[in-house]
C-alpha cells in the first residue's frame, strides 16, 4: 500500500512540474526573445481606361515608387477589373527599380473606382519588440529560467540583416538550375593554394634593433 500511495505521489509531483513548464517558455533554451514579422500594404490608384496608363501617371507612378524607397523585398501587385491590361505598364515602371510585378493581389479597403487600377506594394519589416528586456533580475534565478534579454542580441540582428523577411516566415524555392562550377569554385580554390610551409619557417629576429 505504501508503495502504491508512493508512486501516485511521485506522478503527482510530475504532473505538477509539467504544469509549470508549460506556464513558463523561458524554462528551456528556446529564446523568447524571436523576430515578429509585420507586413504594411500601400495603394495607389491610377487613372488607365481600358487598362492603359494616361499619359502622365506613370511619372506619377515612380515617383510614388520613389517616395517609398522601392527596393528588394517589397511585392508589387495591380487590382481592379484592367488589372491585367495594366500589368505590363506598371511592370515597365517597376523594372527600373529591379522588381517584378506579382500575379493576384492581396485585399485592400475600398473598391477600385471605375476607369481606375490599383497598384499595391506590400512590404514586410522584422523586428524583435520588448527588446532590449531587462525586467527580470538574473539572480535570484531559483527555476533555472533563462536572462530576460536572452536572444535579444542575435535575432534583433537577424532582423535587422535580413534582406527580405518573408524569408523568416517561409523558405525560398529553388530554382531547380544548379551551376557545378560556381558550388565547387571555394573548393579549388583551396585545392589551388600553395601551402604556406613551402617556403619554410620564417627567419625571425626578436632582438631589439639597437641592442645586439
Known sequence: MRSKFALVLLASTLAGCAVGQEGNPDRGMAAVNV???????????????????????????NAWFAGLDLGYGDSIYVDGPY???????????????GLMVSASAPVTTGAVPPGMVRVIVSRTRASVPGCPNWNIRSQPNFDNRTMSNFG??????????????EDLIHGREGSGVGDTLTSSKAVGAYRKAEPTGNKGLQDINTTKKGNQ
Open 83 to 97: 488589372a491585367d491590361a495594366a500589368r505590363a505598364d506598371v511592370a515597365q515602371v517597376a523594372g527600373s527599380y
Open 152 to 165: 535579444c542580441a542575435v535575432n534583433a540582428n537577424l532582423a535587422a540583416m535580413v534582406a527580405n523577411p
Open 35 to 61: 523576430p515578429v514579422v509585420a507586413r504594411t500594404d500601400y495603394v495607389f490608384d491610377a487613372v488607365a481606361p481600358g487598362g492603359s496608363l494616361l499619359p502622365g501617371e506613370a511619372a506619377r507612378l
